[in-house]
């Protein structure tokens, strides 16, 4: 450890062994760094060449900017609900989604904690007011899922009010998919050691420090608490009409690359290219609770 590093350490398991993990020390332990790409078995060993990443990333937003026109022109809606640990790389995704359209027709929703009329509301109240109408895409950078995930392990919430949501967001998301909205529901998986990489460049970094909080230091000890909880809500809550798309994520360009795509293809709007979009990897994205078995 680094003698300028606060003692702010705590003590891991991962994998069967115990780890010392002090995120206050500037320099990246070997058994992160040496993971950091390959950990909870990601499939490639090398991030996507980024001259390929870019070329093909712009060839992607302009078939969205052609979404975007084809929902002016039919009011039809898309939702994007964009879900995982901390750190999974959900703001960046969205990001590189709406780069190019127009916000005015185009919305993102990172909702604060609730306030106290919020807390007196019927609990899907609050985001429900956000839902695209005629025309919209709207993407939630977090969502109701909050209460699949973050609460009952923080203990936000009690047990009954997490087993009633995981029996009534079905419910919902059926209701809101067949009166003719696109619901789209990522899950952006990393493995621990990505995570801990990326809680670290946030600690270091004067430009990010802004996203690390307390409830992300908090997480780190918490990782078989958020994998419990993350399986039940994919058990429960991936259903035909609203399925879950799960995304390896510990190569943040792959991710981005790859939900777009599925996006795109399935949407049928004007001029899509079909040979522009080309085919998901099925390495990076799959559905469901079985993708991650």
């Known amino acids: 450890m680094s003698e300028n590093a606060k003692d702010r350490s705590v003590e891991l398991q991962i994998d069967g062994k115990t ?4 995120i206050d020390d500037p320099v990246l332990p070997d058994w992160v760094e040496d993971k950091k790409l390959s950990a909870g078995g990601f499939p490639y060993d090398k991030k996507m060449n980024r001259d390929d990443y870019d070329k093909t990333l712009e060839a992607l937003q302009v078939e969205l900017v052609k979404v975007q026109f084809w929902l002016q022109a039919t009011g039809k809606r898309v939702m994007s609900v964009f879900e995982g640990r901390d750190a999974a790389g959900k703001g960046g995704a969205i990001s590189v989604v709406t780069q190019y359209l127009n916000p005015r027709a185009a919305r993102v929703v990172a909702l604060t904690k ?16 956000h839902f695209p109408t005629a025309g919209e895409f709207v993407l939630f950078d977090r969502s109701w899922y909050n209460r699949a995930g973050v609460e009952p392990v923080m203990g936000f919430c009690t047990p009954e009010e997490h087993k009633r949501f995981l029996k009534e967001t079905p419910r919902l998301e059926k209701m809101v998919v067949h009166e003719g909205t696109y619901l789209f529901k ?25 996203k690390l909080s307390d409830m992300d230091i908090a997480a780190l000890t918490k990782w078989d608490d958020y994998t419990a909880m993350r399986d039940l809500m994919l058990e429960k809550t991936h259903i035909d009409d609203a399925p ?6 510990n190569d943040k360009r792959r991710a981005r690359i790859n939900l777009i795509k599925h996006i795109l293809k399935s949407l049928d709007y004007d001029g899509k290219d079909k040979k522009v979009i080309g085919d998901v990897d099925d390495k990076i994205l799959g559905f469901g609770p079985d993708f991650l078995k």
Do not use: M
């Not at 879950?244 to 994520?249: E, M, S």
């Open 19 to 22: 780890r010392i993990f002090n």
């Open 244 to 249: 879950w798309t799960v995304v390896r994520a």
């Open 186 to 210: 990522f899950w952006l998986d990393t493995g621990r050691e990505t995570q801990i990489d990326r809680f670290h460049d946030r600690r270091h970094s004067l430009l990010k420090s802004w």
């Open 114 to 129: 609730p306030t106290e009329t919020e807390r007196g509301q019927w609990y899907f109240q609050r985001y429900i007011s």
